[in-house]
Antibody, heavy 124, light 108 residues
Framework: QVQLVQSGSELKKPGASVKVSCEASGYTFNKYAMHWVRQAPGNGPEWLGW????????RYAPGFTGRFVFSVDTSVSTAYLQISSLKPDDTGVYYC?????????????????WGQGTPVTVSS | EIVLTQSPGTLSLSPGERATLSCRASQSVNSRSLVWYQQKPGQAPRVLIY???IRATGIPDRISGSGSGTDFTLSISGLEPGDSAVYYC?????????FGGGTKVEIK
């Protein structure tokens, strides 16, 4: 079955960096875009952007450029999210989520499935 | 950016009743590009409906979506205890993709 498995929880100090991994299985990795979503404690989800897993080209949502970097390693069917210069406001659960449907016309921007989430806590 | 407003914030209903959740967009959503997710505590969201009204694989027909333009509705009939969750709408018709604030459904 299609599955996304993310790396474990992280506790970081302000100013540090973190790299979250998302390993895909059950489908052809480079045929579907991968999205990243953040959910701060008690809040709804917030879209960070997506990466074309075939070309490696990332697209970032407004407000998530500069410190946020998406990448992929197709040899291990894994997507990565790296966040630098962490701030306490970056605290939350970070999800990878596969595009729900892709065709020759591109991928639709709904997500299925989602990874299990990686809690990231930024605290001094 | 399209802002999605969900109402009510919380819905408290008894088993067997019908839940009606609203998602209103600040501007028209292209091509009915709206999806509904269910999220239970400690879990990732799960897709229920995409394309405003298309059930995802494995979703029972007591869950339905409707609407277009700026007004969308998720309906859940014959509520079961397992339907207790937070429900989010999300639009994917234009970038940036945006989510609503969620409706919490409680089963009495």
């Amino acid at each position: 079955q299609v599955q996304l498995v993310q790396s474990g929880s992280e506790l970081k100090k302000p100013g540090a960096s973190v790299k979250v991994s998302c390993e895909a299985s059950g489908y052809t990795f480079n045929k579907y875009a991968m999205h990243w979503v953040r959910q701060a404690p008690g809040n709804g989800p917030e879209w960070l952007g997506w990466i074309n897993t075939d070309t490696g080209k990332p697209r970032y949502a407004p407000g998530f450029t500069g410190r946020f970097v998406f990448s992929v390693d197709t040899s291990v069917s894994t997507a990565y999210l790296q966040i630098s210069s962490l701030k306490p406001d970056d605290t939350g659960v970070y999800y990878c989520a596969r595009a729900g449907h892709c065709s020759g016309a591109g991928c639709q921007g709904w997500f299925d499935p989602w990874g299990q989430g990686t809690p990231v806590t930024v605290s001094s | 950016e399209i802002v999605l407003t969900q109402s009510p914030g919380t819905l408290s209903l008894s088993p067997g009743e019908r839940a009606t959740l609203s998602c209103r967009a600040s501007q028209s959503v292209n091509s009915r590009s709206l999806v509904w997710y269910q999220q239970k505590p400690g879990q990732a969201p799960r897709v229920l409906i995409y394309g405003a009204s298309i059930r995802a694989t494995g979703i029972p027909d007591r869950i339905s979506g409707s609407g277009s333009g700026t007004d969308f509705t998720l309906s859940i009939s014959g509520l079961e205890p397992g339907d207790s969750a937070v429900y989010y709408c999300q639009q994917y018709g234009s970038s940036p993709l945006t989510f609503g604030g969620g409706t919490k459904v409680e089963i009495k």
